[in-house]
């Protein structure tokens, strides 16, 4: 059983510093990166001027799912019922707020809960243009009425919270229904499920692999699941060849979309499952979305072996560390009966 507050803390940390590492090198080619950073690629988070290594919108993202979660939670605790989608989209629009495109006065009631007075959220860091155009239409997609047939990362990538926050009998079906307030096509948001209920039955203690293999089972009764199964079954496939992790990796795609993004983290965190660096290094120095295939391989990696497992140099030098282990923590307590949660997270 890994309900502990170093797997949670993995978990979330592990994300941003996966997140972090592919920033530098998220549109570059591997050819460039190799250029640029030598022919190992990028093995080291690049430090900025304030002293950290910066993350980006899938982190970003990420600490809003979490607010949403919180939130929902206390919600729940108070009034009985809620919809924890619902509740994570008015947390989105507060991330749309913090990289201003939203003017305050469409979202003057939200603007509460201390992630507000972080200053350091404050910060555009190349948000997916899916999200923007799906936060900023007005209407919550669902899997029944789907806002657009995008089947982009930006769904999986913000997704690992709710494995952290659900048990294994909601995590699959929240996964999807918050990807799919802004991706309507089955790949977009069942990746997003299949990556919450891996990392809740990580935490509940089981192999990654037979993590994986109980979300294909789940993820078989889902309409429109035939890609991201194959895909996912690839990975899986490849993990056991001996075909190098390079070209494993460009096999199963470049991750800009959401099957591609699961089934490449999958393989990295599958393959080098006792060695986080090697893992992150693997998921990053590549043609494709480098910081989303960072970030939900830490997710996975760092749920699986604890924030012990991920180096100390890059928990310490990770933007936003503080921010993501409060989150963290507050996740594996859920709602405290306290004022001080209630300022923290209004219902
Ligand atoms: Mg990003």
């Not at 669902?142 to 769904?155: A, D, H, R, V």
């Not at 079954?233 to 979309?257: F, T, Y």
């Not at 749920?303 to 923590?329: F, K, T």
Request: hydrophobic fraction near 40%; proline fraction near 2%.
């Amino acid at each position: 059983m890994k309900r502990t507050k170093d797997y949670y803390r993995g978990c979330m940390i592990g994300g941003a510093v996966g997140d972090a590492l592919g920033c530098p090198v998220e549109f570059m080619s591997f050819n460039e990166i190799k250029q640029k950073y030598g022919d190992d690629g990028i093995t080291d988070l690049v430090i900025g001027a304030n002293g950290k290594a910066k993350i980006t919108d899938d982190t970003q993202m990420s600490i809003f799912t979490a607010d949403g979660l919180l939130r929902a939670d206390t919600r729940f605790c108070s009034k009985g019922l809620c919809s924890a989608s619902n509740i994570v989209y008015n947390s989105y629009l507060r991330w749309l707020y913090t990289i201003g495109e939203v003017e305050k006065e469409k979202v003057q009631g939200l603007l509460d809960g201390w992630l507000m007075e972080v200053k350091e959220l404050y910060a555009v860091r190349s948000p997916g243009i899916t999200c923007l155009s799906a936060l900023k239409s007005g209407k919550k997609g669902t899997i029944e009425k789907p806002i657009n047939n995008s089947k982009g990362c930006g769904g999986v990538m913000r997704a690992a919270p709710v494995g952290l926050f659900c048990t294994k009998e909601s995590a699959f079906r929240l996964g999807c229904d918050i990807a799919a307030l802004t991706h309507g096509h089955p790949s977009g948001y069942l990746a997003a499920g299949v990556l919450a209920h891996i990392i809740t039955l990580i935490v509940d203690g089981l192999e990654i692999e037979e993590a994986v293999l109980d979300a294909l089972e789940v993820m078989s009764d889902y309409n429109g699941h035939e890609e991201c199964s194959l895909k996912i079954q690839e990975a899986l496939e490849l993990v056991k060849s001996d075909i190098s992790p390079q070209e494993a990796v460009k096999k199963l795609g470049e991750g800009w979309v959401g099957d591609e993004a699961i089934a490449i983290s999958l393989y990295c965190a599958l393959k080098s499952k006792d060695d986080f660096k090697n893992a992150l290094k693997m998921a990053v120095n590549h043609d494709g979305d480098s910081d989303s295939t960072g970030a939900i391989t830490g997710n996975i990696l760092g749920a699986y072996l604890g924030i012990g497992g991920i180096p100390n140099r890059w928990v310490e030098n990770v933007e936003l560390s503080d921010v993501l282990i409060r989150l963290a923590d507050d996740l594996l307590t859920g709602f405290q009966e306290t004022e001080e949660w209630r300022a923290r997270y209004p219902g």
